[in-house]
């Protein structure tokens, strides 16, 4: 699978609820349309929130991850 | 005649044996964003100025936003005292006013829990044990909800009636409106929460 080029990185590690999610909204505001956003959680809830997140808002989960830890969400927005 | 006599009937037994299953909601999925269901909009009436609670509002306020619900909060009574600036020591036009802001002081950084207060003890170690578990404070949440396009609502009567001015609150707050306000919000489009 081809590596996507990051548009932006989220960087809500250490945060709790709802901090991930809002910081992610937050920076799909600002980026372009098509844009791929990465974010970094170590939030264990974020695994569900993030998905439920995505599926309310129309954006495309494109990869989930988990390293020592920390969650990796690979998200293209709409 | 005894009340052995009487025929039994428990309308709560005859409930519980009419229920045909059981609700199937822990593993429920939200259902796919494909425009035919959509979360309908966020009504939250703050009505309480203890910091658990405006602390529960402001994390679903927060979140509602960011999912691209469409959110308002009401805030009165107690609420409203949470929007009124820190920097404001006292408010209010007459004694009793002023005294009530004296008594218990508005802003978001100086709010009190309802249960194990303890002069400001319990505050105080839940701010701490927010800060260690990366869980952002109510000043944080009303910042990030305010970005992300919440409308924060003051009531006029509770603004009135604790002699609050316009440039007693913080930036960035709607028109103040009233409870006939509240109620046409109240949709079959929107979900109210009383908190």
Known sequence: MPTLAITHTVDARGLSCPMPIVKTAQACRVVPAGSVVELLATDPGSTKDVGAWCRATGNELVEQTIDGGVHRFVIRRK | ?195
């Open chain 2, 1 to 195: 005649m005894t009340a052995a006599t009487i025929p039994t009937f428990d309308p709560i037994t005859e409930a519980i044996a009419a229920v045909k299953g059981v609700p199937q909601t822990a593993e429920a999925e939200l259902p796919e964003a494909d425009g035919a269901v959509k979360t309908r909009d966020l009504l939250i009436i703050d009505y309480s100025g203890d910091l658990e609670k405006v602390w529960a509002a402001l994390i679903l306020a927060s979140t509602g936003a960011a999912m691209g619900v469409r959110t308002r909060v009401f805030v009165t009574f107690w609420g409203l005292q949470v929007f009124v600036k820190d920097s404001k020591r006292i408010t209010g036009q007459n004694w009793m006013q002023k005294m009530l802001s004296a008594m218990q002081r508005p802003g978001i950084s100086h709010r009190k829990l309802s249960k194990m207060n303890f002069l400001g003890m319990g505050p105080w170690m839940m701010g701490r044990l927010a800060k260690q578990y990366g869980v952002a404070s109510p000043k944080e949440l009303l910042e990030a909800a305010q970005a992300l396009g919440v409308e924060f609502i003051p009531c006029q009567m509770t603004m009135d009636m604790f002699g609050l001015k316009p440039e007693d609150m913080i930036e960035g707050m709607g028109e103040p409106a009233g409870a006939a306000t509240v109620i046409g919000l109240m949709t079959d489009n929107s979900t109210p929460l009383f908190i």
